[in-house]
């Protein structure tokens, strides 16, 4: 069965101080592993999408980086308007995407 | 463009009716996808479909089902609602054709009473 486990829960960061959100997963043959952000009560919003081992893809503060088993989206210098809770999901066959449970970040001023 | 969009934003029904949740998706989108979000945990998968078939259906009871209707709409409905069916809905459209990337719409926020 196809899983998705995130690391840690929930993080708190002071402003400019730099981290690492994990996505470990366990899926035959992977299609696509990406990378969300959702704010309280909203839809998620796409950020990533990574097809192989190796892939790296950037936007802004935000780099995601993706090995044979796990995903890591590195966050550089945050300001407090990335906080959100952060979820990662992996597909097998471009059907239904599992999903972690997310890991909510906090950033302080 | 317009992203995707649902409704109602908000509902409030009680143990034991129906309800019916509405999608549209991206323009140009064919594929369609329901998710079911409990507080506090990721997005659950209900059903997907493309070009109007059912393409997969996830772990939810018989008291569930969807339509896509020929200009890619959805409905998502829930019969005998029951108090844990309380979550956000969620629709997602993609483009298909090798591309698996899902966009999410603002959510159904569905209180059972």
């Known amino acids: 069965e196809d899983q998705v486990t995130q690391s840690p829960e929930a993080l708190r960061l002071q402003e400019g101080e730099s981290s690492s959100l994990n996505c470990s997963y366990t899926v035959s043959g992977l299609r696509g592993l990406f990378w969300y952000r959702q704010d309280p009560g909203k839809g998620p919003e796409f950020l990533f999408t990574?097809?192989?081992a190796g892939e790296e893809k950037e936007k802004e503060r935000l780099k995601a980086t993706l090995t044979k088993k796990e995903s890591f989206l590195h966050i550089t210098a945050p300001k407090p308007e990335d906080s959100a809770t952060y979820l990662c999901?992996?597909?097998?066959?471009?059907?239904?995407?599992?999903f972690g449970p997310g890991t909510r970040l906090s950033v302080l001023p | 463009d317009a992203g995707v969009t649902q409704s109602p934003t908000h509902l409030i029904k009680t143990r034991g009716q129906q309800v019916t949740l509405r999608c549209s998706p991206i323009?140009?989108?064919?594929?369609v996808s329901w998710y079911q979000q409990v507080l506090g945990q990721g997005p659950q998968f209900i059903f997907q479909?493309?070009?109007?078939?059912?393409?997969g259906r996830g772990n939810f009871p018989d008291r569930f089902s969807a339509r896509q209707f020929p200009n890619y709409s959805s409905e998502l409905n829930v019969n005998a609602l029951l108090l844990g069916d309380s979550a956000l809905y969620l629709c997602?459209?993609?483009?298909?054709?090798?591309?698996?990337?899902?966009?999410f719409g603002p959510g159904t926020r569905l209180t059972v009473t």
């Open positions: 323009s140009g989108h064919k594929s």
């Open positions: 999901a992996a597909t097998s066959h471009g059907q239904n995407f599992v």
């Open positions: 479909y493309y070009e109007k078939e059912e393409r």
């Open positions: 990574l097809y192989s």
């Open positions: 997602a459209s993609s483009l298909d054709r090798g591309r698996y990337e899902q966009y």
